[in-house]
């Protein structure tokens, strides 16, 4: 048994490497915390593709019976004179429309709920327009708080300011003074069995005390120290610059979140809206108050609707989980992800 301690600076030298142990011990969990979200996140891009496809289906489900009721419309109106050939033939082109639409959206609507049930290893599942219960915004505070404290490329920038410090601290303790003391206990026997030789062994200890005086050295380690004094400020300039570009990132993804939430809840109005537009509509025409080119805009503009209500929910989720993974923070539970996926896999 053996134990070699230097006399000066290895106090430091020990601490600085167990930090850098500690903080990779960290990352390795980080890291697996970020893997798990990902998948997560993998879910969530599924269950969108499902969502668009479901809102799809109903609204040309909708679209189907609301076309098929305006093509009754238009035959008895037809009857008693009020509308032209042209526009029932034009009623009936969108009939046929919405139902090609309709089998179109079924159909890719299917797929995705097969994708996902796939992904999530379960026999089907149903996809609704999720209700609004995540926060109504997210402080940048918070988020760039637990981001510092959680993600892996933090920590990583963390081991590397680490080792470069430990590597620029120990260029310079080789160019000075210093001393060691080395401490050696054994037992030693020599035999011509393997038994025999633990037996009436010769105990052996030492206790060495050494110094190391740099002399003649020729500026060897006075250039060694500058070359990694300058790999230490060339590092750290670039790891500045890194975090800098990464800190900016997660502040981007904040505000994409924060604006996201707002389009929501302004879609959302949006689209009830306009559903609501187009069935008066529809009753006005009934009565011969609009044009049948009236109805076919208000058609358009709920489909549009429509879509910027889904892509305002896809956004936000979006925004939602990148930031959870980049946190590793759940923002709703108030609760980080290492709590809940590592202790669930515990």
């Known amino acids: ?38 998948i997560q996140q993998q879910a ?28 009754q419309l238009a035959r008895i109106k037809l009857n008693n ?19 090609y639409a309709y089998e179109n959206a079924r159909k890719n609507y ?53 080792e470069a ?9 080789n160019n000075r003074f210093n001393g060691s003391i080395s401490l050696n206990y054994g037992v030693n026997q020599y035999a011509e069995t393997f038994a025999e030789a633990y037996r009436n062994g010769n105990t ?26 300058n790999k230490y400020e060339a590092n750290k300039m670039a790891r500045d610059r890194q975090m800098r570009e990464f800190e900016n990132e997660v502040k981007e993804n904040i505000n994409n979140y924060n604006h996201s939430v707002k389009l929501w809840l302004t879609a959302e109005k949006a689209y009830g809206l306009s559903q609501e537009q187009y069935w008066m509509l529809m009753q006005k025409f009934s009565l011969g ?26 956004d936000t989720y979006s925004s939602y989980f990148t930031l959870r993974t980049m946190a590793l923070y759940d923002f709703k539970e108030g609760v980080e992800l290492e709590e809940i996926l590592v202790s669930k896999n515990d």
């Open 1 to 38: 048994m053996g134990y070699s301690q230097q006399l000066w600076g290895g106090g430091k030298q020990h601490h600085l490497e167990k930090e850098i142990e500690y903080a990779k011990n960290n990352v390795a969990i980080n890291q697996y915390c970020t893997k798990l979200s990902q």
């Open 44 to 71: 969530l891009d599924l269950y969108m593709t499902a969502l668009l496809g479901k809102m799809e289906q109903d609204f040309a489900l909708q679209t189907t019976q609301n076309t098929d009721t305006l093509l």
């Open 81 to 99: 004179g009020h509308i032209t050939e042209y526009d029932l033939k034009q009623i009936e082109l969108q009939s046929l429309n919405a139902r």
């Open 110 to 162: 299917i797929d995705a709920q097969e994708r996902l049930a796939v992904f999530l290893g379960i026999e089907a599942i149903e996809v609704e327009i999720p209700e609004f219960d995540i926060p109504l915004a997210i402080e940048t505070s918070v988020a760039m708080y637990y981001v510092e404290q959680n993600n892996p490329f933090s920590k990583q920038q963390e081991i590397q300011t680490l």
């Open 165 to 173: 410090e430990s590597n620029l601290f120990s260029a310079k303790l």
């Open 204 to 229: 052996r200890q030492s206790v060495i005390v050494g110094f190391q005086i740099p002399v003649f050295q020729w500026g060897v380690n006075k250039n060694r120290i500058k070359i990694a004094e």
């Open 289 to 314: 108050k609009v044009s049948v080119y009236e109805l076919t805009t208000a058609q358009s503009e709920q489909n549009n609707a429509m879509q910027r209500y889904y892509a305002a929910i896809k």
